[in-house]
């Protein structure tokens, strides 16, 4: 899974975290080191897509939270996932 | 380091700046940027730029692209030599028949010459030239001979008038391409002799010969062949402008799906 707007919503799943924080977090559960560009870009995308919201901070560093249509992509994406990885592990189990 | 990576977020656009630019500088403060972080901001800027602007920005962008791409191509392409050797065809004045008129020689000059170049230009006559000649070396090495000669023909500007013969050769080499224009004129001249002695069975077509004498201008020159700039400019601008349209027009189509 490397698709960067997946990881952003993933991360944004188990709570709100800062650009920082959730290169951090990505690259903890999924062992994926994200550029600052690459982030941001994401970011920007799931932002227009209404997935993600910014909350408002004092501080520069802006917190994002997951929106509920953003939860229902994220759910929709990870069962198309899980469908494909019990699938291949299936037929990789029949070899 | 750290000046080049805060730098380089100037390259995204105005609007993105205003809206991202603190919480971006804050990510880069408490990062450690690295070469492949500078890469992957200037990437992720060009995309943001690309995809936030209008279809007359993206194909004015392309065609300036285009234009700097033509440019680079026209410079780091290898340097060619056109060399062009011009036998003139003339009235003779044949001892036993009298001065030919130049009408009689040119008519006739046509029918002669279409009877030569054949020889000329024959697979033999050119593998020799290219073998003696040393020609297109890894070509060689790679193609097949019968690609080399096609290469070797594609070299080779043949064009006949009634009043005169004009063969160029175009080769990387300036000394080989006057060398090789020449021999091929030589090859010519040779060979009209051969075919009015062996060939021209018949009176009437051995009088063709013998209305005209070749002579050859002066020594070819080797001119510097480069791709056209301002054609190749010309062409890279329209190109990019017709590319940035359609990538523009078909983002337009794809955003509004997701």
Redesign the interface.
């Known amino acids: 899974m490397s698709d960067p707007t997946l990881l952003v919503l993933a991360s944004l799943a188990d709570g709100d975290k800062h650009g920082y924080a959730m290169m951090e977090d990505i690259h903890t559960f999924a062992g994926v080191r994200l550029g600052p560009g690459t982030l941001y870009g994401a970011i920007t995308r799931l932002e227009e897509r209404g997935w993600i919201r910014a909350l408002n901070s004092t501080d520069r560093r802006r917190p994002y939270r997951l929106t509920a249509d953003g939860r229902r992509h994220l759910q929709e994406e990870l069962a198309s996932l899980d469908q494909v990885v019990k699938a291949g592990q299936r037929r990789l189990k029949h070899v | 380091m750290r000046k080049m990576v805060h730098f380089a977020v100037r390259l995204y656009p105005a609007r993105?700046r205003a809206r991202?630019g603190?919480?971006?500088?804050?990510?880069?403060e408490?990062?450690n940027?690295g070469f492949?972080?500078l890469?992957?901001?200037?990437?992720?800027?060009l995309?943001?730029q690309f995809n936030r602007s209008s279809v007359l920005l993206t194909a004015a962008a392309c065609g300036l692209l285009g234009i700097f791409v033509a440019a680079v191509v026209c410079h780091v392409t290898p340097r060619r030599y056109a060399s062009t050797a011009i036998i003139h065809i003339e009235a003779s004045s044949i001892p036993w028949m009298g001065p030919i008129s130049a009408a009689d020689a040119f008519r006739d000059s046509p029918a002669a010459v279409a009877l030569v170049a054949p020889h000329v230009f024959s697979d033999e006559a050119l593998t020799s030239l290219i073998e003696k000649n040393e020609l297109y070396p890894s070509e060689r090495r790679s193609g097949s001979v019968a690609d080399v000669l096609h290469l070797f023909r594609k070299d080779i500007t043949y064009r006949p008038t009634p009043e005169a013969l004009q063969i160029s050769f175009t080769y990387p080499d300036r000394d080989k391409a006057q060398k090789v224009a020449l021999e091929l004129v030589a090859s010519f001249m040779y060979q009209a002799v051969a075919v009015a002695q062996h060939e021209a069975a018949d009176e009437r077509m051995r009088q063709r010969f013998l209305h005209f004498v070749m002579r050859v201008a002066d020594p070819p020159q080797q001119v510097p062949v480069a791709a056209n700039l301002t054609e190749m400019m010309s062409l890279g601008l329209g190109a990019g402008i017709l590319a940035g349209a359609a990538v523009a027009m078909l983002r337009r189509r794809i955003q509004p799906a997701?």
């Open positions: 993105w991202y603190p919480e971006f500088h804050a990510v880069l408490d990062m940027a492949g972080d890469f992957d901001i200037v990437k992720g800027a995309l943001m997701h």
